[in-house]
């Protein structure tokens, strides 16, 4: 199965298992919870479609950046 790695400003790096429908943000309910201030409550949606990944920034108030591009 595949696995996201979060990378916080100050270096720690935690390791999620994906599921087929995962839900990032700050809010304690999201798969993935991120917590930092630019992350908003329900940021950002990953989806397993297709034999894909698929990465949607969900309304983010600062955007969803993916090896620092925005998407």
Do not use: C
Request: glycine fraction near 8%; charged fraction near 25%.
């Amino acid at each position: 199965m595949a696995r996201l790695i979060v990378v916080t400003p100050d270096g720690e790096q935690r390791e999620h298992e994906l599921r087929a429908i995962n839900t990032l943000g700050r809010h304690p309910e999201q798969t993935v919870q991120v917590l930092d201030r630019v992350v908003s409550k329900e940021h950002a949606l990953i989806t397993y479609s297709d034999d894909k990944y698929w990465l949607q920034d969900i309304g983010s108030r600062n955007g969803t950046f993916v090896n620092g591009d925005q998407i």
